[in-house]
């Protein structure tokens, strides 16, 4: 069971990298992929009822793959992890964001996300859907 408090006490800074390895059966082929993800994580305030924190995406690679729809995917989640490559936030203890310091970036970037996303929809139009739901969730922001 996972604590349902995060117990930061001091700033500090360090680094993190997440390997994900996928091994996974779709219809009649095996679809194998290795991703890395490496983020920067900077604690800059810590007070009885929060957490300041600084979060830089500095890597999202997808390392293997070995089917050309693994490679598209991951293009795709490349494409809109760019998006949040940079968050400035204000957390609890319990790990929910009580404020997004740097919203007017977020909210820049996928402006021109959207716009690579209209590209790569003309010749996958399933990805309309996505544009239209990120852009109502940043529409009502």
Known sequence: MFPTKIRIQENFSEQYTLEITSNMMAVNAIMKSLTRIRWDLNIIKVKEDFVELRLILLEHTLVEANNPLIKEIARLTSTFSRMYNELHLVIDHGGTILEI?????????????????????????????????????????
């Not at 919203?103 to 399933?126: D, F, G, N, R, V």
């Open 101 to 141: 310091l740097n919203m007017p970036a977020i909210l820049a970037k996928w402006q021109l996300i959207k716009t690579e996303l209209s590209e790569i929809a003309k010749s996958t139009p399933e990805i309309k859907d996505i544009i239209v739901l990120n852009d109502s969730i940043f529409t009502n922001h």
